[in-house]
């Protein structure tokens, strides 16, 4: 077996760069050890500009449970990175107030393979999106307020 | 061997149960709060509790789990992250 | 129906950085239709720094049929953009002489749903794999250059 | 109509084929080039067709598929992309 695999998890309560963070993830990964991971799947999530009844979005308020939120994402990330062997996993979700376009989740996963690497980003997505305590409040331009019980569909 | 200040758990409501309650979190007697669905009952949110996850301690509970002074246990509506 | 998927499909005989890439990949997207799709999904595959007989490799050398290549990827993006209904879809594939850690390819799939984004990049990086004339050539450090015949297991 | 000039097919090999060929392309009379596997078999090159693909004008074919003059033929080793 490997060393355990490298987490990094973060909840953000302002807009984030997808793009330039994954930047950082992978420089801290190539000067750290060099050329392991040759596999990297990432996802990037971001806000709708409709509500889910199709009415224009100003935002989405994100609460969530602070301590166990991180404690879940903790116990998601590092159950199904251990499953698929993969080498290194973070994990960005804000929380707050998140306006149409901005990114809500990134998740990216390196590994040796493509189907390890793949199968562990999809995976984790659907665990946070389903057992870690995040809720979500569309806000419309009406100044309604409406909590959304469930999630899209996949 | 406790007073009776320390016999008490806390409860959290979040999201929508938390709008319906007017609260978010509050402290009970431990007399009155045996078992997570001993407070849904008191609670009278009019929900399912079906519908709801029981978190103890910030761990998944069953709905069933004896409570003991000095827990913490949540009430969390249906999840919608990511 | 919406209107077709948006494909951009390059061979690069340079090196290339897959973060500036997806940078002005996003950016091109977000001038044309702002806010439209709220799922990326990405892969990006690297060099490792050994040969498929764990000997250390200098160069992975990668010939492709000029013309077909090109028409297939083209093809098999087209097929697999329409068969998940996404809505942008962005190859970058090496060719010619691809060092250690460097990105051999990128896959980047956009699409209103995670879902058909995730499968959407998860076939089409398979399919190219398989069914778009390239060839690897692994060159070791002693000089010895071997044609690879197959792929890395999934 | 055609002159015999015109009545050819390019032939190409890639990879491992070309190497082991000693070339890469070439340009065949179409009386020795009714099918693919007919021009396979007068390469000499040893392997199993099976495990090579074959491609008429950039489309992959069958080894029975009818060739025409002008067309260009690929015998492609297994694929190793991505």
């Given at each position: 077996?490997?060393?355990?695999?490298?987490?990094?998890?973060?909840?953000?309560?302002?807009?984030?760069?997808?793009?330039?963070?994954?930047?950082?993830?992978?420089?801290?990964?190539?000067?750290?050890?060099?050329?392991?991971?040759?596999?990297?799947?990432?996802?990037?999530?971001?806000?709708?500009?409709?509500?889910?009844?199709?009415?224009?979005?100003?935002?989405?308020?994100?609460?969530?449970?602070?301590?166990?939120?991180?404690?879940?994402?903790?116990?998601?990330?590092?159950?199904?990175?251990?499953?698929?062997?993969?080498?290194?996993?973070?994990?960005?979700?804000?929380?707050?107030?998140?306006?149409?376009?901005?990114?809500?989740?990134?998740?990216?996963?390196?590994?040796?393979?493509?189907?390890?690497?793949?199968?562990?980003?999809?995976?984790?997505?659907?665990?946070?999106?389903?057992?870690?305590?995040?809720?979500?409040?569309?806000?419309?331009?009406?100044?309604?307020?409406?909590?959304?019980?469930?999630?899209?569909?996949? | 061997?406790?007073g009776p200040d320390s016999a008490t758990i806390r409860v959290r409501l979040f999201a929508g149960l938390r709008e319906a309650a007017g609260w978010g979190e509050q402290e009970?007697?431990?007399?009155?709060?045996?078992?997570?669905?001993?407070?849904?009952?008191?609670?009278?949110?009019?929900?399912?509790?079906?519908?709801?996850?029981?978190?103890i301690n910030h761990t998944f509970a069953a709905a069933d789990q004896p409570l003991q002074a000095g827990d913490e246990l949540a009430f969390l509506p249906p999840i919608s992250?990511?």
């Open positions: 077996m490997q060393h355990p695999p490298h987490l990094q998890i973060e909840l953000l309560s302002k807009r984030f760069e997808p793009l330039k963070r994954l930047e950082q993830w992978q420089q801290q990964h190539s000067n750290a050890e060099p050329g392991t991971a040759a596999a990297e799947a990432l996802f990037i999530g971001r806000v709708r500009a409709q509500a889910s009844d199709g009415a224009a979005l100003t935002a989405l308020e994100l609460e969530h449970y602070p301590g166990m939120t991180e404690r879940q994402l903790n116990a998601l990330a590092t159950a199904c990175s251990q499953r698929h062997g993969v080498e290194r996993c973070l994990i960005l979700h804000r929380i707050g107030r998140v306006l149409p376009g901005e990114a809500i989740v990134l998740v990216a996963i390196a590994a040796d393979r493509r189907g390890p690497a793949q199968r562990c980003c999809q995976e984790l997505l659907e665990a946070l999106k389903h057992e870690a305590p995040f809720w979500k409040r569309e806000w419309r331009a009406d100044g309604n307020g409406q909590w959304i019980t469930g999630n899209t569909p996949w | 061997m406790t009970w007697s431990i007399e009155q709060a045996r078992s997570p669905e001993a407070v849904w009952q008191q609670l009278r949110l009019g929900g399912d509790l079906l519908t709801v996850r029981i978190a992250g990511g």
